[in-house]
Nanobody, 136 residues
Framework: QVVLVESGGGSVQAGGSLRLSCTASGVDYSYNCMAWFRQVPGKEREGVAALYLGGRTESAYYYADSVKGRFTVYRDNAKNTLFLQMNNLKFDDSAMYYC??????????????????????????WGQGTQVPVSS
């Protein structure tokens, strides 16, 4: 099974930046489709960013409206690491952040459709996550 370990979180003031890392390992690890989620206690886990970089002709990226222009998702294939660069952080970005791998690689952004690829109930088992408290 794939194992995902998040790191890079920590307290930060509004307007600051953080870079989160997700290291992947395991016999079934795939570089194709990966996503970042976040969760606040008492609320559902939500997808904030995702990417597809595989055999399709074009790559695909997803950003929640609330983070567009501020967050960037990318990966380092050689290091089996997924990153989330978070700039100009806001108080509402405060959450526990998780990376995840969808259990299926469709649609994963094909034709602009992410569908179940951003469904938190259709992901690999969650790791510990990394906490990002943003102070106002």
């Amino acid at each position: 099974q794939v194992v995902l370990v998040e790191s890079g979180g920590g307290s930060v003031q509004a307007g600051g930046s953080l870079r989160l890392s997700c290291t992947a390992s395991g016999v079934d690890y795939s570089y194709n489709c990966m996503a970042w989620f976040r969760q606040v206690p008492g609320k559902e886990r939500e997808g904030v960013a995702a990417l597809y970089l595989g055999g399709r002709t074009e790559s695909a990226y997803y950003y929640a409206d609330s983070v567009k222009g501020r967050f960037t998702v990318y990966r380092d294939n050689a290091k089996n690491t997924l990153f989330l660069q978070m700039n100009n952080l806001k108080f509402d970005d405060s959450a526990m952040y998780y990376c995840a791998e969808p259990r299926a690689w469709t649609p994963c952004g094909y034709g602009g459709n992410w569908g179940r690829s951003l469904d938190p109930d259709h992901m690999t088992p969650w790791g510990q996550g990394t906490q990002v408290p943003v102070s106002s």
